[in-house]
């Protein structure tokens, strides 16, 4: 009996919260798939919609979300609550997002790091995070007294081996002898368990310590074993001050603030972006002093000619393991292949799980 | 790499440090369930010990009154699961699992203001004499004092359980509560106090977690080791020392199974993930197969109602 008072009083909340919103001015909603507070990836998302908010627009943001069922129900109910544009922040929101947006033609809607664009109310956006990586591997290419590298990855996706390869030819290029030892945690994040893949990585000999998971636990781990180490997603600077190189920063707000007042002023349209170093989404933190004079020198220069499209991340040629062509000479390789992305390049060591 | 003895050393060293919270916890939980007492809230409760002693450390920048605050926080937060279940009645499992969704979210909107602040280093017992022994130094050296305590612990507890009327007592309530209560014990009592302890071990299980493994505080941190805490002790067959062996094992293959990956063993990665829980739960089953003594063991009453009838 309660449990239908309950749902009453819920219906009722929301259908009161329906006829205020439908009046009300130009809204933007934000899915995220983790908590605000998780220091990396939906923390970054979330600056971002501070930013929009800035700009005075109104929105508003739903976090933790599940990725599948319960994602649909939340995105729809942000679209009946009378917002204009969401964001679904997620891979996994491809499908939900799209299904909704069917239903919802005058709602805009954004989804990060996907593909399908099935309704022309539907953009994509992505960042080139693999041109961050081609600066961490000239560094860890010229910083390494071992010659081994080890990097933390979460889950064989192709953003996750994209970035390995990247960060593995630029490396080869400075230092040919270099090695590249991989740790799968299986996880965006459990700090004990980044903590633990970390220091086996350096027992191993690693004296550069790269992740592809969210939470600052390696980045402390390896200063406290007074090793290299790079930043994930934000800048984690002062969680390892003497340790940190450098971070890879993405920063989504300028993107989230430009198509908010774009869908806002009726000048919206559908697009698929995907930006890089050169229009700010990829940014990198402070270059520790550490790598002395000359190396930053080097590494801005790069940054520079990356930004300026005059270097590409994968330039020909390259080989996968078993010494089989993937992109010639003096070709680069297409943004369909950098998307799909799921063989290692030559010099990576180990097999991708399945 | 390099299997010389004294990376063997740094090897068990670091297993021993990722297996102190599945120890604390699962020792704390060991009791409250030898009281009769079955407290799902293990997960619940480590978390707000993990922001209650990150947010004192922060606060006050004293670590005595961190990890004093968060073995406090955990009690606080078990009486709560206490009074539900002795002063009210209710259902064991279902206010247990309450209690670790309520502590995931408590902790999480308490933990908002101290996201992204780095931990202090927390201080580190007989540094050089780890560095100047091979081998043993690594392992009996250079940890924190909680460490030592957690490694203690299972040997107390045994003991207590075993040789003190206290721990006769506590078994009493666990295996029979009408009789204990027929004999003039206290059962409510004791249950309460059995719960309070659990809390305050859980406490600082995620305390160790927030301010000595990991530094920093992260909304959701303990990562499901409250779970693994709770197997531990139904296959360590409610024996302290089997929970210690059992968390080791957890702990080490965590460890060998990330050192096998970076070495680049030619085994499914899935497998080896999945490695820590099935060695975990085969070697426990194994070490505890004489029914009579899991039956000797095990809390006849755990997880059932008890009151007194007026």
């Known amino acids: 009996m309660y449990k239908n008072f309950f749902r009453y009083l819920i219906s009722a909340i ?77 891979f ?4 939900p997002t799209n299904k909704v947006a069917k239903d919802f033609p005058n709602v805009k809607f954004e989804h990060a790091t996907g593909y399908k664009r099935e309704h022309s109310n539907v953009s994509t956006y992505s960042a080139r995070f693999y041109e961050g990586r081609t600066l961490l591997g000239h560094i860890a290419g010229k910083m390494t007294k071992t010659n081994t590298i080890g990097y933390i990855a979460s889950f064989p996706i ?47 000999g690693a004296d550069v310590i790269m992740q592809h998971t969210d939470s600052t636990a390696p980045v402390q781990t390896a200063e406290k074993a007074g090793v290299w180490s790079f930043g994930q997603a934000s800048d984690m600077q002062r969680f390892a001050p003497k340790s940190i190189l450098t971070s890879i920063i993405d920063d989504w707000a300028p993107y989230y603030v430009e198509r908010a007042i774009a869908a806002r002023d009726g000048t919206w349209n559908q697009q698929d972006t995907w930006h890089g170093l050169k229009e700010g989404m990829v940014a990198m933190g402070p270059y520790n002093s550490a790598m002395g004079a000359d190396l930053v020198k080097e590494v801005e220069q790069l940054q520079k000619d990356l930004a300026s499209g005059k270097v590409h991340s994968f330039t020909g040629p390259i080989y996968d393991q078993k010494g089989n062509i993937l992109v010639a000479e003096g070709k680069v390789a297409d943004d369909g292949m950098l998307a799909g992305m799921s063989v290692y390049v030559k010099g990576v060591e180990g097999d991708i799980p399945k | 790499m390099s299997l010389d003895i004294s990376f063997i050393g740094i090897l068990i060293g670091s297993i021993m440090a990722s297996s102190v919270p599945l120890i604390l916890a699962a020792s704390g939980e060991l009791i409250t369930e030898r ?57 064991h499992v279902a206010t247990g699992l309450a209690l670790t969704i309520f502590g995931i979210g408590l902790s999480a909107m308490l933990g908002k ?42 040997f107390l507890t045994n003991y207590f359980l075993k040789k003190t009327k206290l ?51 992260i909304e959701n941190m303990t990562a499901g080791r409250g779970w693994i805490a709770l197997a531990l002790v139904v296959f360590a067959t409610w024996s ?40 975990t739960i085969i070697v426990l089953v194994v070490i505890s197969r004489d029914s009579r003594k899991i039956k000797l063991n095990t809390p006849t009453s755990l997880g059932r109602i008890f009151y007194k009838e007026k």
């Open chain 1, 92 to 95: 996994g929101y491809m499908d």
């Open chain 1, 158 to 204: 192709p953003e996750v081996i994209r970035g390995i390869n990247a960060m593995t030819l630029a490396a080869q290029k400075v230092n040919p002898n270099i090695k590249t030892k991989i740790v799968w945690v299986f996880t965006w994040y459990d700090p004990g368990k980044e903590a633990e893949a970390a220091q086996a990585l350096i027992d191993q």
């Open chain 2, 167 to 217: 721990g006769l007592v506590v078994r009493a309530v666990g295996d029979s509560p009408v009789s204990a209560s027929n004999q003039g014990i206290n059962v409510i009592l004791v249950r309460y106090c059995c719960i309070l302890y659990g809390g305050a071990m859980c406490g600082l299980a995620g305390a160790y977690l927030s301010l000595i493994y990991t530094p920093q505080w």
């Open chain 2, 113 to 154: 203001n101290f996201v992204g602040i780095p931990g202090k280093e927390f201080p580190i017992l007989f540094l050089s004499l780890r560095e100047s022994i091979p081998f043993f130094g690594p392992i009996l050296f250079g940890h924190s004092i909680v460490l030592y305590f957690a490694f203690a612990l299972p």
């Open chain 2, 240 to 279: 302290p020392i089997k929970v210690l062996i059992g968390a080791l094992i957890f702990g080490g293959i965590t460890i060998l199974q990330l050192h096998m990956q970076a070495i680049g063993f030619r085994i499914p990665v899935q497998f080896l993930s999945a490695l820590p829980y099935l060695m």
């Open chain 1, 14 to 90: 929301f259908l009161l919260g329906f006829s205020v919103n439908s009046n009300a001015d130009f809204k933007v909603g934000f899915v995220y798939v983790g908590p605000t507070g998780d220091h990396g990836w939906t923390f970054q998302h979330h600056e971002g919609r501070n930013a929009v908010e800035a700009a005075g627009i109104k929105t508003t943001f739903v976090e933790s979300v599940p990725e599948g069922a319960d994602a649909e129900r939340v995105i729809r109910q942000l679209a009946q609550s009378g917002h204009d544009l969401i964001f679904t922040t997620s």
């Open chain 2, 35 to 91: 009281s009769g007492v079955l407290n799902l809230g293990v997960e619940g409760m480590m978390i707000i010990g993990a922001i209650s002693g990150f947010a004192l450390m922060v606060i006050t920048d004293n670590l005595f009154i961190a990890i004093l605050g968060s073995m406090l926080s955990g009690v606080i937060i078990s009486l709560i699961f206490g009074f539900l279940t002795q002063s009210l009645l209710t259902n």
